[in-house]
């Protein structure tokens, strides 16, 4: 099974900041890397799929970099409303494993 | 609109079974794989099952392999999963989610909650 971790677990930021999270692969997963956000008590929502391509409707302050094992999501002028928790997710082979989250708060 | 329900989930004792259901619309249904996803409470996502568009392929988590079965019918854009010796560590909110091969879990259920307990 391929294992993914991200880091940080948790990260404090203020509206307007820049933030970056990682997500790492145990084995090469080339550009099969998505990134959902999702807010308490709601169901998960894809931001960035296939490594580096915005979702339809997901604003441009949202970007995926990253290729083969190593990956990153930036969020450019945090916004309240972008206060929650991301995971990463491999769609290389099954199962389809997730990294642990990185929740995000409002320092 | 894109909409996905499930169904099913409630309490039910250790070594029980469970039938949810999630029913689609709003989408091509037959055009996708359909998945399972569940999140214990205050815990991360985990991929529990899915199955191709036809049916004909499936995967599991190996911690569910030989206790639940997951299936589809296409004709009632429905998807379905049979939970059956049922654990403690099985209590999470279910989500089925739909996705395209290599793809992401484009859209997602509002989820239903399985608790496993005595």
């Known amino acids: 099974d391929i294992q993914m971790t991200q880091s940080p677990s948790s990260l404090s930021a203020s509206v307007g900041d820049r933030v970056t999270i990682t997500c790492r692969a145990s084995?090469?997963?080339?550009?099969?890397l998505n990134w959902y956000q999702q807010k308490p008590g709601k169901a998960p929502k894809v931001l960035i799929y296939?490594?580096?391509s915005l979702q339809s409707g997901v604003p441009s302050r949202f970007s995926g970099s990253g290729s083969g094992t190593d990956f990153t999501l930036t969020i450019s002028n945090l916004q309240p409303e972008d206060f929650a928790t991301y995971y990463c997710?491999?769609?290389?082979?099954?199962?389809?494993?997730f990294g642990q989250g990185t929740r995000l708060e409002i320092k | 609109e894109v909409q996905l329900v499930e169904s099913g989930g409630g309490l039910v004792q250790p070594g029980g079974s469970l039938r949810l259901s999630c029913t689609g619309s709003?989408?091509?249904?037959?055009?996708?794989?359909m998945s399972w996803v569940r999140q214990a409470p205050g815990k991360g996502l985990e991929w529990v099952a899915n199955?191709?568009?036809?049916?004909?392929?499936?995967n599991y988590l190996d911690s569910v392999k030989g206790r639940f079965i997951i299936s589809r019918d296409n004709a009632k854009n429905s998807l379905y999963l049979q939970m059956d010796s049922l654990r403690g560590e099985d209590t999470a909110i279910y989500y089925c989610?739909?996705?395209?091969?290599?793809?992401?879990?484009?859209?997602w259920g509002q989820g239903t909650l399985v608790t496993v307990s005595s």
């Open positions: 989610a739909a996705m395209t091969f290599g793809g992401p879990f484009d859209y």
């Open positions: 709003g989408f091509t249904f037959s055009s996708y794989w």
């Open positions: 199955v191709k568009q036809d049916g004909s392929e499936k």
């Open positions: 084995q090469s997963i080339t550009t099969y």
């Open positions: 296939a490594a580096t």
């Open positions: 997710q491999q769609s290389h082979s099954a199962p389809r494993t």
